[in-house]
């Protein structure tokens, strides 16, 4: 039913889990591709050695050495879905689904099965990913993320995937693959009873100022208007418990367009965001209101 690929970068301490909990899952891959890169730790032996049990299982390695971040992810990413579309065909196989699972995801039995069941049942709906957990002092706490899926562990319509052009080389791939799915008449969406273990907070490498710097640059990268992203570092700071992640998303985003940094030209995206302004301008409105209302206990008008 579907092909699946995890891109790696120095897993060894995540594979054991990871292979167990896909092959424990009520509806396994086709086929699994696991793209590497670069790997310095023992990620390929364990690989590798789970080839031998799983003839589904395939290994490939960058031939591209990069620093690492959103950018070597994204072309890992593409290259292990290049393989598995090539190799499928070569093979034969025929598949309805394609999907990506980070090292660090460790979903239930039945996560891959309850995401077919809902590309299955609505015609319109092309990606959808679970709910994502942490699991803090014991407890499994659900990750707020909205009502967009998430890259760790989502599932592709193949319709849709070929549509939006596969997955985006970009530093903000799920982002793009997201907006490139709606624009197209597709619905994206989570299935909340999908449960998945993220082992690692999402995109949590460097600390909390690291991660909102790194969305910043990303949000300069996908060519947000100043405007745009000005709201945004504002409602970052008014919709977290950490203000100071809105003060790293905005130093980040103002010193790449001092630097004239390179961005991603696609015209659709850069459209998005641009009427995406009056959007966010209305969502800070709302929340000023329901936070006066709270305070002083009468109803305002702005």
């Not at 299982?57 to 990069?66: A, F, M, P, R, T």
Request: with cysteine.
């Amino acid at each position: 039913m579907y092909l699946l690929v995890t891109p790696v970068r120095n897993e060894e301490d995540n594979i054991p889990d990871l292979i167990e909990s896909v092959r424990n899952q009520s509806i396994t891959p086709l086929l699994w591709v696991f793209a590497d890169d670069n790997s310095t730790d023992a990620t390929a032996h364990l690989i590798k050695q789970a080839m031998k049990q799983r003839d589904y299982i395939h290994y490939i390695k960058s031939g591209e050495v990069l620093q690492y971040g959103h950018s070597s992810y994204a072309k890992t990413v593409r290259a292990g879905f290049s393989f598995a579309v090539n190799y499928a065909i070569k093979k034969g196989i025929a598949y309805d689904y394609l999907g990506l699972l980070d090292a660090d995801a460790v979903p239930e039995k039945t996560y891959f099965e309850k995401l077919i069941h809902a590309l299955q049942a609505s015609e319109k709906l092309g990606i959808v990913s679970g709910q994502l957990y942490l699991v803090r002092k014991g407890k499994h706490k659900p990750e707020n993320l909205g009502n967009w899926p998430r890259g760790p562990a989502r599932l592709h319509k193949r319709q849709c995937f070929e549509e939006i052009g596969g997955w985006p080389e970009s530093t903000n791939p799920d982002t793009v693959s997201n907006i490139k799915a709606e624009l197209r008449g597709w619905q994206i969406g989570r299935v909340m009873s999908a449960k998945c273990i993220h082992k690692r907070k999402v995109s949590s490498k460097g600390g909390v100022w690291y991660r909102y710097s790194d969305v910043g640059k990303g949000a300069y990268y996908l060519n947000y208007h100043p405007v745009y992203a000005l709201l945004n570092g504002l409602y970052i700071m008014m919709t977290n418990v950490r203000f100071y992640c809105g003060i790293a998303y905005l130093l980040a985003y103002f010193k790449a367009l001092l630097r004239k940094d390179v961005q991603y030209h696609d015209a659709e995206i850069t459209k998005y965001f641009s009427q995406s302004v009056a959007r966010l301008k209305k969502k800070i409105k709302v929340r000023i209101t329901n936070k006066l209302k709270g305070s002083i206990g009468i109803g305002l008008s702005l």
